[in-house]
């Protein structure tokens, strides 16, 4: 009976977050971005279902690169990847130890952001075309000049974005850690229901808004889009992906928004993804919650340069640290 229910609650919860995860692109574009921008905008099914769908029955390219299929994989390890961490984050995964703890999931997460330094490395041509000429991107060629391809600007900025642009988002899941004392997910949950969710605290509402700065962060999303800026016309690692690859590329970015939400209400609510849970309405809810007041933020946001972005990140880590402080001290 027991290992019935266990399954029926691990699938059941990885079913709903990926049907809810389509609609999450949907309803950031649609209901938030469309109405702030007065236009109609594109049905709520369009980017998360209907772009998809499209792409798996486009053509096969394969891009010049000096490992085609690696190249072509990546965005489906990346959605593995991301799998896996809601796959920790259920309660009834808990007795897998050591891969259920924040350090687990901060490692996950920073295979997750390697994949674009991997994507922007391995494309070696522009829009899926070998350039006729030896083309230079800048400056004058010279006979020790060596080609620049778009992509290794992308791979530069995804380095930029790894080494210093996702801490907001690991000190965050630290609060959690600070709080309880123990870095398994299994301890945390149990802190917070038996002393109440750490967001209604000084150092939990610190961590929520340094944990909301990462997840935009980690979703490239204005004006932290440094992945995909549009000043030089560059989609960023995703430019050269077609196809299946490319409907990979959409459905992992949806059910990381999930995900990261299910991860904020793991650590700052007490509430882990479980279908069979009633709480795991809240859990839906602040998966709504979260694209909506993203895609406010970004209406309103300018596009940040280096010059806007790492003092940003720096403050937005200060905060986090101080958030940290706040933890220990309320022990």
Do not use: C, W
Not at 113 to 122: A, N
Not at 235 to 252: F, Q
């Amino acid at each position: 009976m027991n290992l019935m229910y266990s399954i029926i609650a691990v699938l059941g919860t990885l079913v709903v977050a990926f049907i809810v995860s389509l609609l999450l692109p949907g309803i950031e574009r649609k209901f938030i971005h469309a109405r702030i921008q007065q236009r109609v905008g594109p049905p709520i099914t369009s980017p998360g279902v209907m772009a998809p769908i499209k792409f798996f029955f486009k053509q096969t390219i394969i891009p010049n690169s000096p490992m085609p299929r690696l190249y072509n994989t990546l965005p489906l390890i990346s959605l593995m990847i991301v799998l896996a961490i809601l796959l920790f984050l259920i309660p009834q995964m808990y007795f897998l130890g050591g891969l259920t703890s924040v350090i687990a999931l901060v490692g996950l997460l920073k295979v997750e952001e390697v994949m674009y330094m991997f994507m922007g490395s391995l494309s070696k041509s522009v829009l899926s075309v070998r350039m006729p000429f030896p083309d230079i991107i800048k400056g004058a060629k010279h006979p020790e000049t060596t080609r620049t391809f778009l992509e290794e600007l992308s791979t530069l900025r995804a380095f930029r974005l790894i080494a210093f642009g996702s801490f907001p988002v690991y000190i965050a899941l630290f609060v959690a850690v600070a709080m309880t004392g123990s870095i398994y997910l299994g301890d945390i949950v149990a802190y917070q229901q038996a002393n109440g969710p750490i967001l209604f605290t000084v150092a939990g509402a610190l961590g929520a808004v340094v944990f909301f700065i990462g997840y935009m962060i980690l979703l490239n999303e204005y004006p932290f889009a440094i992945l995909k800026t549009k000043a030089d016309v560059i989609e960023g690692p995703y430019l050269e992906y077609a196809a299946k690859y490319r409907a990979y590329v959409y459905l992992t970015r949806g059910f990381l928004m999930f995900v990261l939400a299910s991860l904020f209400a793991t650590l700052f609510l007490g509430i882990a993804p479980n279908i069979l849970n009633p709480n795991f309405i809240i859990t839906l809810v602040v998966a709504f919650i979260f694209p909506i007041l993203m895609a406010v933020m970004s209406a309103f946001s300018p596009v940040f340069t280096y010059k806007q972005f790492y003092p940003t990140v720096a403050g937005v880590s200060i905060l986090g640290v101080l958030a940290i402080v706040a933890a220990f001290l309320s022990v």
